[in-house]
């Protein structure tokens, strides 16, 4: 090799070599391991990212769906029926030519449930029984529709809840407010006696009675 004026001699195995076979090798090697090392630690790095990625996105849906629920009965609250409804009448707008419409299709139905005579229950035995009203009166609400496709149950707060029915016929809807209607016809049992609450429905279809969630 010149370099300059000067020569120099490179010879694999010759005692003149800068590195021999062996230092070669071993050197290749080293490179070969600190190669495989630093890819090991990226690989694990970017599992540890996803994995953070993961938990965060967890994270964030628990939030969800803790601030969606309400914390006395577990249904679904007053938030997450306004983003229901609003998402479903958004849908069914695109969908659908709003002056096209008709009793006989399927269409958005809120059904409006108040208990009447809970008040006094809470008046007079006090608001933890009439806590046991609400969740009992919820339970009954899961177990009638739970298993109907296209029905959502919320509590908006104190003795009020709604029900969100879609994609059913007005026949359907008709049925499954009898249906809720009978909910109050068994009694709660409180402090070992039976006490009876009764229940004040209404029903808003949309788009015949409503264009939007504010009307």
């Known amino acids: 090799i010149m370099i300059g004026n000067d020569r120099y001699e490179l010879q694999i195995g010759s005692s003149r070599s800068i590195f021999s076979n062996k230092d070669y090798i071993q050197a290749l090697i080293l490179s070969l391991a600190f190669s495989l090392l630093f890819f090991l630690i990226m690989k694990k790095l970017a599992r540890q990212k996803k994995s953070d990625v993961v938990l965060d996105r967890k994270a964030i849906e628990d939030i969800e769906s803790q601030l969606r629920t309400d914390d006395l009965t577990k249904l679904l609250n007053r938030r997450a ?4 409804l609003k998402s479903l009448i958004k849908n069914y707008s695109l969908k659908k030519n709003l002056d096209d419409t008709n009793e006989s299709n399927p269409s958005v139905h ?3 449930i108040d208990l009447d005579g809970f008040k006094r229950i809470n008046d007079t035995l006090g608001h933890s029984y009439g806590d046991t009203v609400l969740v009992e009166y919820g339970s009954r609400l899961k177990e ?10 919320y509590r ?3 003795d009020e809840f709604t029900v969100i029915i879609d994609g059913h016929i007005k026949e359907d809807v008709k049925n499954i407010v009898e249906s809720i209607s009978y909910l109050t016809k068994e009694p709660f049992s409180l402090r070992k006696e039976k006490y009876y609450v009764t229940q004040s429905i209404g029903v808003a279809a949309y788009p015949n009675d409503a264009k939007n969630t504010e009307t």
């Open 81 to 84: 029926c306004q983003q229901d």
């Open 156 to 158: 908006l707060g104190g």
């Open 110 to 112: 809120i059904v409006f």
């Open 144 to 153: 009638l529709l739970g298993n109907i496709e296209g029905i959502s149950f």
